[in-house]
C-alpha cells in the first residue's frame, strides 16, 4: 500500500472510530436521559443540547440568555443554585460544580427536579465557561419524600413512647425528693409563722430542703447518664471526616434546604470521644438550624460550619453557624432545659442531651449570637484531643 492511500486508510479508521464513540455517548446519554450544557459567563449565554431544552420548555434553538435559563429555576432553590455557583467560581476551589433544584416547564408550568453537575473552567483567575450535564431526578424525590413521611411518622411516634418513658422515669425519681422539700418547706413556713420561732428547728428544715434538692439533681443526672448508655466508649477519630459524615446524614433525612461552608483545619489531630455520640450531637444541631429556618418561612441558605484548634484550651473546637431567624434573649435563657421547646412537636430534649452527650466526652457545649450577620445562631463545643 502506497503512503497516501495509507494516510487514507489510516484517516478513515480514525473517522470511523470517532463515528462509534459518539454514537456510544449518544447512547449513553440517551439511556441516562442526560442533557449537556455549556455556559459562557463572559458572555451570558446558555449553549445547550435538546434534552436541556426538553426540561427548560425552551424554543429549538441551542443557544438561550442565562437570565431565561434561570428564570426556570424554581425561586425557593435560586439560592442554593447560585451558592454552588459561586464556589465553583473561586479560583482556589477545584471549580466542581454540584446542585439540585426544581424548575418548572415554560411550556407545560410542569415542575421537575435537576441535578447537575459540571466543572468550571478558568483563564487569568476568573470563571469563564461552566460546563456540565444535567438529570431529572423528579421520581426519586418524590420517593425520598415518601420515605421521609414514613420515616416522620415512626420517629413521632416513637419520640411519643421516649418522651412518656422519660417523663415517667424521671417523675419516679423525682417523687420522693420533692415531697421531702414540700414537707421541709411546710416546716420552715411553721416555724417562720410561730412567734417563739426556733432557729435551729428553721435551720434543719431549710438544710433538708438543699439535701432534697441536690439529691433531686443527682438523681436526674444518673438518669440521663444510664439514658444515654451509661458507661462511655471512646476511641480517635478524625473530627474533618465526622463532620463531613454528618452532613451527609442530614440531608439524606430530609433536611437539604442549606448550602453548607465547611472551614476545616487540615491535619488537625485526631479527638478523643464517642463517635456516634458526637455525630449525633453534629445532626442535631444542624437539624435545629434548617427547622429554624423552615419555621420563618427562609429560604435555601447558608450553614457555616468550622473545626479549629482552640489554642487557648488545647481542644478541638467546633462551630456551627446558621443564618435563619436567631433566638430571642429570653429563649437563649432556657434553650438547654430539660423538656423546653418553641418547635409545636418537640419534646424539648435534643439540646439538653446534646449537652450532656458532650460534657460526658470531656468537652462544653454553649450558645452565641452569630457573628456572621445580624441574624443567625451559632453553637459551639469543644473535644479533647486523643494526644
Known amino acids: 500500500m502506497t503512503k497516501p492511500a495509507q494516510q487514507q486508510f489510516n484517516a478513515q479508521a480514525l473517522f470511523e472510530a470517532l463515528q462509534k464513540s459518539e454514537e456510544r455517548l449518544r447512547l449513553a446519554k440517551q439511556s441516562a436521559g442526560l442533557g449537556v450544557f455549556d455556559f459562557d459567563a463572559?458572555?451570558?449565554?446558555?449553549?445547550?443540547?435538546?434534552?436541556?431544552?426538553?426540561?427548560?420548555?425552551?424554543?429549538?434553538?441551542?443557544?438561550?440568555?442565562?437570565?431565561?435559563?434561570?428564570?426556570?429555576?424554581?425561586?425557593?432553590?435560586?439560592?442554593?443554585?447560585?451558592?454552588a455557583i459561586v464556589q465553583a467560581s473561586d479560583p482556589a476551589g477545584n471549580g466542581e460544580f454540584k446542585a439540585e433544584f426544581r424548575i418548572i416547564n415554560a411550556k407545560d408550568s410542569t415542575e421537575r427536579w435537576i441535578a447537575t453537575a459540571g466543572k468550571m473552567h478558568f483563564e487569568d483567575g476568573h470563571a469563564t465557561r461552566l460546563i456540565g450535564i444535567a438529570q431529572e431526578i423528579t421520581e426519586h424525590k418524590n420517593l425520598e419524600k415518601t420515605l421521609q413521611e414514613q420515616r416522620a411518622e415512626s420517629e413521632a411516634i416513637f419520640k411519643q413512647q421516649v418522651a412518656a418513658r422519660t417523663a415517667s422515669a424521671i417523675a419516679h425519681e423525682l417523687n420522693q425528693p420533692l415531697a421531702a422539700i414540700s414537707a421541709y418547706s411546710e416546716v420552715a413556713l411553721h416555724a417562720l409563722k410561730d412567734t417563739n420561732m426556733q432557729h435551729e428547728k428553721l435551720r434543719r428544715a431549710l438544710e433538708g430542703c438543699v439535701t432534697q434538692a441536690q439529691r433531686a439533681g443527682s438523681s436526674l443526672h444518673e438518669l440521663l447518664a444510664f439514658l444515654h448508655e451509661g458507661k462511655l466508649a471512646v476511641a480517635p477519630f478524625e473530627l474533618n471526616t465526622l463532620v463531613t459524615d454528618a452532613l451527609n446524614i442530614a440531608k439524606t433525612d430530609g433536611y437539604k434546604e442549606f448550602f453548607p461552608k465547611l472551614q476545616l483545619e487540615k491535619n488537625m489531630p485526631a479527638v478523643l470521644a464517642n463517635r456516634t455520640q458526637v455525630q449525633k450531637v453534629l445532626v442535631n444541631l444542624l437539624r435545629n438550624a434548617v427547622e429554624a429556618m423552615r419555621s420563618a418561612g427562609m429560604p435555601a441558605t447558608e450553614i457555616a460550619v468550622t473545626v479549629q484548634t482552640n489554642q487557648q484550651l488545647n481542644m478541638a473546637h467546633v462551630c456551627v453557624q446558621d443564618s435563619g431567624p436567631g433566638i430571642s434573649p429570653d429563649t437563649v435563657k432556657r434553650i438547654f432545659e430539660p423538656f423546653f421547646t418553641t418547635k409545636p412537636t418537640g419534646i424539648g430534649m435534643g439540646l439538653a442531651i446534646s449537652r450532656a452527650l458532650i460534657e460526658s466526652n470531656g468537652g462544653q457545649l454553649w450558645f452565641e449570637p452569630n457573628t456572621l450577620s445580624s441574624s443567625g445562631a451559632a453553637f459551639h463545643f469543644t473535644l479533647p484531643f486523643a494526644t
Open 42 to 83: 463572559r458572555h451570558e449565554l446558555v449553549y445547550w443540547d435538546e434534552r436541556m431544552c426538553e426540561l427548560w420548555g425552551g424554543g429549538t434553538t441551542q443557544t438561550v440568555s442565562y437570565e431565561a435559563f434561570l428564570a426556570a429555576i424554581h425561586p425557593d432553590d435560586r439560592a442554593a443554585r447560585q451558592a
